[in-house]
């Protein structure tokens, strides 16, 4: 053997050698503040829901959101983006622009307790407020309706705003609605509220848990305005009409399914790109360590690991708060 020689002379195993070694090299760190976690709010309980098919997530009462906040500024995340629970749905999801209603006063409420210590950001979407479960207001034939769902999101984004949301994440998928509602807050003076527009956004099974998550009665399925998971140029699309209307940062949704889009985004987006790790892509982790399958936090970092590695800048995910506890490790 020893005719060889130390044969071969490259090796990049040299440089994963130790835990230090690897450390120092690494291409790529998650880090705290580029975590944002969604959290839900529902209105007229006592004590937090618990989501059966999250476990670790629940629904919250005003007040365990406001504690939850509080947790999330020690953790050093990025920020919150949050959802309403309405105790009443309706066809044209009226809770929605209440200035009264589960969202807005949950936005008042975590804006009095943790200020400008972190981005606080709400969903601008129907669905967790209407009966039949869809994103948008419904024409006499019972198709989502584009246009007239522009207005209620208008209207949502001038109560989300003056409730002390600093970032609107418009997640509908109608198209226009990026423009539309950046008219709208500026024409009511809202010029510094931000929008994370949910640019790529396609129709996924890994939506499931969020239907329970927000109490959603939806039938049927999304896909005459979600994208169809077998386009990725379209993607692009999506992305120079959010741009052109003025979004200040662009999503990827769901995250690992959706890599290549995430990685082309990266490659033609000069705003911030945030992905969306969604429920289900949380649960499958969760169920199968609970199985004893994975070990857990090392596939949780290596998930956020990955959206670093394709290039999102923010990611959106039910571990924010864990996870920035392991990543400063
Ligand atoms: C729309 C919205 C959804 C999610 C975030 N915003 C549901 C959907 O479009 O079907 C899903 C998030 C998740 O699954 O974690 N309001």
């Given at each position: 053997?020893?005719?060889?020689?130390?044969?071969?002379a490259?090796?990049?195993?040299?440089?994963?050698?130790?835990?230090?070694?690897r450390?120092?090299?690494?291409?790529?760190?998650?880090?705290?503040?580029?975590?944002?976690l969604?959290?839900?709010?529902?209105?007229?309980i006592?004590?937090?829901v618990?989501?059966?098919?999250?476990?670790?997530?629940?629904?919250?009462?005003?007040?365990?959101?406001?504690?939850?906040?509080?947790?999330?500024?020690?953790?050093?995340?990025?920020?919150?983006?949050?959802f309403g629970?309405?105790?009443?749905?309706?066809a044209?999801?009226s809770?929605g622009?209440?200035?009264?209603?589960?969202?807005q006063?949950a936005?008042?409420?975590?804006?009095?307790?943790?200020g400008?210590e972190?981005?606080?950001?709400?969903?601008?979407?129907?669905?967790?407020?209407?009966?039949?479960?869809?994103c948008?207001?419904?024409d006499e034939?019972?198709r989502?309706?584009?246009?007239?769902?522009?207005?209620?999101?208008?209207?949502m984004?001038?109560?989300q705003a003056e409730?002390?949301?600093h970032?609107?994440?418009?997640?509908?998928?109608?198209?226009?609605q990026?423009?539309?509602v950046?008219?709208?807050?500026?024409?009511?003076?809202?010029?510094d509220?931000?929008?994370?527009?949910?640019?790529a956004?396609?129709?996924?099974?890994f939506?499931?848990?969020?239907?329970?998550?927000?109490?959603?009665s939806?039938?049927?399925d999304?896909?005459?305005?979600?994208?169809?998971g077998?386009?990725?140029?379209?993607?692009?699309?999506?992305?120079?009409?959010?741009?052109?209307?003025?979004?200040?940062?662009?999503?990827?949704k769901?995250?690992?399914?959706?890599?290549?889009v995430?990685?082309t985004?990266?490659?033609?987006?000069?705003?911030?790109?945030g992905?969306?790790?969604?429920?289900g892509?949380?649960?499958?982790v969760e169920a199968?360590a609970?199985?004893?399958?994975?070990?857990r936090?090392?596939?949780?970092?290596?998930?956020?690991?990955?959206?670093r590695?394709?290039?999102a800048?923010?990611?959106?995910?039910?571990?924010?708060?864990?996870?920035a506890?392991?990543?400063?490790?």
């Amino acid at each position: 053997m020893s005719d060889y020689g130390s044969y071969p002379a490259a090796r990049p195993r040299r440089l994963r050698t130790t835990p230090a070694m690897r450390r120092m090299v690494a291409e790529h760190r998650p880090h705290p503040a580029d975590l944002i976690l969604p959290a839900f709010v529902r209105e007229g309980i006592e004590e937090p829901v618990p989501v059966s098919s999250m476990p670790g997530v629940v629904q919250h009462t005003r007040d365990t959101l406001r504690k939850a906040a509080v947790e999330a500024v020690e953790a050093g995340i990025g920020g919150l983006m949050l959802f309403g629970v309405p105790l009443v749905k309706d066809a044209v999801g009226s809770q929605g622009t209440d200035p009264d209603g589960i969202l807005q006063v949950a936005l008042r409420d975590v804006r009095a307790e943790v200020g400008d210590e972190l981005v606080l950001m709400s969903d601008l979407c129907l669905d967790e407020y209407t009966d039949h479960g869809h994103c948008g207001v419904l024409d006499e034939q019972g198709r989502v309706d584009n246009d007239a769902t522009l207005e209620r999101y208008a209207q949502m984004a001038l109560v989300q705003a003056e409730a002390g949301a600093h970032t609107l994440g418009p997640s509908g998928m109608m198209d226009g609605q990026i423009g539309f509602v950046r008219r709208a807050l500026d024409e009511a003076g809202h010029t510094d509220v931000s929008l994370f527009a949910y640019t790529a956004k396609y129709a996924s099974a890994f939506y499931g848990p969020f239907r329970e998550a927000v109490g959603s009665s939806l039938r049927g399925d999304r896909k005459t305005y979600q994208q169809d998971g077998a386009n990725a140029r379209e993607s692009l699309r999506e992305l120079a009409l959010d741009l052109a209307e003025g979004a200040d940062m662009v999503m990827v949704k769901p995250g690992l399914p959706y890599l290549d889009v995430l990685k082309t985004f990266r490659e033609h987006a000069d705003v911030p790109v945030g992905v969306y790790q969604i429920s289900g892509e949380y649960s499958m982790v969760e169920a199968a360590a609970e199985k004893g399958w994975i070990d857990r936090e090392a596939a949780i970092v290596e998930t956020l690991t990955s959206f670093r590695r394709a290039g999102a800048d923010l990611v959106l995910t039910y571990w924010a708060v864990e996870a920035a506890r392991l990543l400063r490790r």
